[in-house]
T-cell receptor, first 111, second 113 residues
Framework: GQQLNQSPQSMFIQEGEDVSMNCTSS?????WLWYKQEPGEGPVLLIA?????ELTSNGRLTAQFGITRKDSFLNISASIPSDVGIYFC???????????FGAGTQVVVTP | NAGVTQTPKFQVLKTGQSMTLQCAQD?????MYWYRQDPGMGLRLIYY???????DKGEVPNGYNVSRLNKREFSLRLESAAPSQTSVYFC????????????FGSGTRLTVV
C-alpha cells in the first residue's frame, strides 16, 4: 500500500527560528494536507493543497505541493512557543479515497 | 460548538473487559473513521464508515468492532481488551470526498492493565 515518510521525527528549536519538515510518498497524491496536534487534543487542519506546485500560506505557515505530486513541505517562520505540537502530513490519492497519514514531526520550541 | 464529540476522555480497563467508545458528529458528514495513535506510529486507521449503513476494515482492525448507528454516530467496541490496545483513540468525520480533510475529536486515552 501507499506509504508516507515524514521527516524529521522531532525538532528542538529556539524561539524565532524557522522550521521545515517534509513528506514523501511512494505514490501520487491529488491532495496534500497538513495538521497540527496539540497535547491532549485531536489533530486540526492547518493547510490544504490541491494542485501540483501550489504554494499556500496560513499566517507564518507555508506549505507546498511538490511538482512530482509525491511530496509536500511545511515551513514555519519565526517560531513561537505556541508552535509546540506534532505536525502531521496527510495525502489523498483521489476524491473519495481515505487519507494516508505520516508518522508526525514533534516540534519543541525553547525560549 | 460544531464538531466531533468523543466519550469518554479517559478509561482504564482490566485485561479481558469490554467497552464501547462513543463518537458523534453534528456536521452532517457522510464518512466517519476510527484511528489509534501510538508514540512514533502516527495515526493508524482501525475501521471506517464511508456512509450510513456501511463499515470497512482499516489497517489495524483486529480486536475491534464498529457500529454506524446512524449518520451522526459511529461507535468502536473492544470485546476483550488487551494491553496492546492501550492507546489514544481518535474519531474523525469528513464529507466523504475528503477535499477539506477530516475533523477529529479530542480523543479517548485508554489504558488496559
Amino acid at each position: 500500500g501507499q506509504q508516507l515518510n515524514q521527516s524529521p521525527q522531532s525538532m528542538f528549536i529556539q524561539e524565532g527560528e524557522d522550521v521545515s519538515m517534509n513528506c514523501t510518498s511512494s505514490s501520487i497524491f491529488n491532495t496534500w494536507l497538513w495538521y497540527k496536534q496539540e497535547p491532549g487534543e485531536g489533530p486540526v487542519l492547518l493547510i490544504a493543497l490541491y494542485k501540483a506546485g501550489e504554494l499556500t500560506s496560513n499566517g507564518r505557515l507555508t506549505a507546498q505541493f511538490g511538482i512530482t505530486r509525491k511530496d509536500s513541505f511545511l515551513n514555519i517562520s519565526a517560531s513561537i512557543p505556541s508552535d509546540v505540537g506534532i505536525y502531521f502530513c496527510a495525502g489523498q490519492a483521489d476524491s473519495w479515497g481515505k487519507l494516508q497519514f505520516g508518522a508526525g514531526t514533534q516540534v519543541v520550541v525553547t525560549p | 460548538n460544531a464538531g466531533v464529540t468523543q466519550t469518554p476522555k479517559f478509561q482504564v480497563l482490566k485485561t479481558g473487559q469490554s467497552m464501547t467508545l462513543q463518537c458523534a458528529q453534528d456536521m452532517n458528514h457522510n464518512s466517519m473513521y476510527w484511528y489509534r495513535q501510538d508514540p512514533g506510529m502516527g495515526l493508524r486507521l482501525i475501521y471506517y464508515s464511508a456512509s450510513e449503513g456501511t463499515t470497512d476494515k482499516g489497517e489495524v482492525p483486529n480486536g475491534y468492532n464498529v457500529s454506524r448507528l446512524n449518520k451522526r454516530e459511529f461507535s468502536l467496541r473492544l470485546e476483550s481488551a488487551a494491553p496492546s490496545q492501550t492507546s489514544v483513540y481518535f474519531c474523525a468525520s469528513s464529507d466523504g470526498q475528503g477535499a477539506y480533510g477530516y475533523t477529529f475529536g479530542s480523543g479517548t486515552r485508554l489504558t488496559v492493565v
